[in-house]
Every structure is written in C-alpha cells, then in structure tokens.
C-alpha cells in the first residue's frame, strides 16, 4: 500500500478561476456547500474536500454513493485543479457535523493524520535489528519514500504558512513515522549492502530520498531534538 498509488494525485494548472468562498458551488454532479471561505467543501451530511492552503486540497475518494456520487467528487476535484490547486486523494468518513466552522484547524489536523496513515512510510513497524529484511527493488522503494517525503512536506509547509498555531499537534506524529522509517531504511539498506543487492543506480535514488527526508527533518523535528542515526549521518555525509 503506498500514497502515490492510492492517492491519485491531481497535477495543478495554470489558475483560471478563483476558488469560490460560498454558500454553495454548482457542479454537474451536484451542488456542494462551501465553508471557512472556500476551504471545506460539503455534499449532504458529510465534508467531501479540505483545502490545506488555497493551493493545496485532500479531496474524498472511494466511499460509497450516500456520502457523495463519484461524479461529484471527481468533478470537484477537477475544478480545484483547474483554479491552479494540487489535488490529493484521501478515502475518509467524515460527517460534517464533525467539522466546527470556527476552527478549520481540528477538521485539517484529523483529515492529515488519516492522509499520514495511507502512505506505505508510516505503515511499517518497528523492527529487531537482527531481522533481514531483503525487499527489493531498492530503486523503487527510495523513489516511493521519496515522493512521501515531498508530498509530506507540502503538506507541512502549507500548515506552517496558513495554521502555524496547530502543527505542535502534528509535530509528534512526524517525529514518529521519521524515526520508523529512518530504522526500517536503514535495515534496508543494511541487508541490501550485505548480501549484495546494491545496484549501481540504487546510490543515486538513495540519495535523492534521503535528501528529501533530511530536508523535512531538519525544518520541523531539529529543533525538538530530533537525533538521526549514526548510518543515516554517514550516508548524508
């Protein structure tokens, strides 16, 4: 399971609308209800779409017909797309009872930690350090990491920028799914040197996604105290 195969990423266009700030948006799929100026977007009893930033929304995806049509949801992530925002997919329940227009910030900090859940990085656990762990192909997996750790770090920022008040609430989760990954990685990378399964480009894609890693960890966990393991030092060394 990974975040870059289940989340469907939209990719943004030049912005040709402005996001509309309310009551309602009319799609050809439906009427959908507008909250906090064009953040939360809402079909019936249930929040179909949260926008992180103006440019960054998570966009319901895979539920059944009575939390919205499928045609709406896409629809309504193309219409996003269309005003220039990136688009990510998330598969969530969330009655719009649950979402206080007043405080945007516990409806983004609960639809982040479901996001955080889907990603193949936050999905591993913890492992004894004598267990081998001989998943192949290494390319592939630090292309994947890479591409979480990007996307992770958008979504960070975009917090930083807009709800800087809430991302003490994120920070711990963070700090968690770096410090698993980081021990997994570098088990990985262990058994992959170890018996030999290092290819000659694996180094160059190694590098890539721990840059992408480190460059999120230094902004966000360094200055709580975030210690990186003596192998990750040596290899961004």
């Given at each position: 399971?990974?975040?870059?195969?289940?989340?469907?990423?939209?990719?943004?266009?030049?912005?040709?609308?402005?996001?509309?700030?309310?009551?309602?948006?009319?799609?050809?799929?439906?009427?959908?209800?507008?909250?906090?100026?064009?953040?939360?977007?809402a079909f019936d009893r249930w929040v179909v779409a949260v926008g992180v930033s103006p440019n960054l929304f998570i966009v319901l995806t895979c539920v059944g017909e009575r939390h919205s049509p499928p045609a709406l949801r896409e629809q309504l992530a193309g219409y996003l797309a269309a005003c220039g925002a990136d688009v990510v997919r998330l598969q969530i329940r969330f009655p719009l009872g649950w979402h206080v227009c007043g405080s945007l910030a516990r409806t983004l900090v609960y639809w982040i930690f479901h996001y955080v859940g889907i990603m193949s990085i936050s999905m591993e656990p913890r492992l004894g350090i004598d267990r081998p762990r001989l998943a192949l192909p290494i390319a592939g997996q630090a292309t994947e990491a890479r591409d979480e750790w990007l996307w992770l770090g958008r979504v960070w920022q975009a917090m930083e920028d807009e709800l800087p008040a809430a991302l003490p609430q994120l920070d711990w989760l963070l700090w968690e799914i770096s410090h698993r990954w980081e021990v997994r990685w570098a088990l990985i990378l262990r058994d992959a040197e170890q018996f030999g399964y290092l290819l000659p480009g694996d180094r160059t894609h190694i590098k890539l996604c721990d840059r992408a890693w480190v460059a999120l960890i230094r902004r966000y966990l360094d200055p709580h105290g975030y210690k990186m393991l003596p192998t990750t030092t040596a290899r961004l060394l």
């Open positions: 399971m990974n975040a870059i195969s289940m989340a469907h990423f939209a990719a943004p266009t030049a912005i040709s609308t402005p996001l509309p700030t309310g009551p309602t948006l009319a799609l050809p799929g439906g009427v959908v209800g507008v909250l906090n100026a064009g953040r939360v977007f």
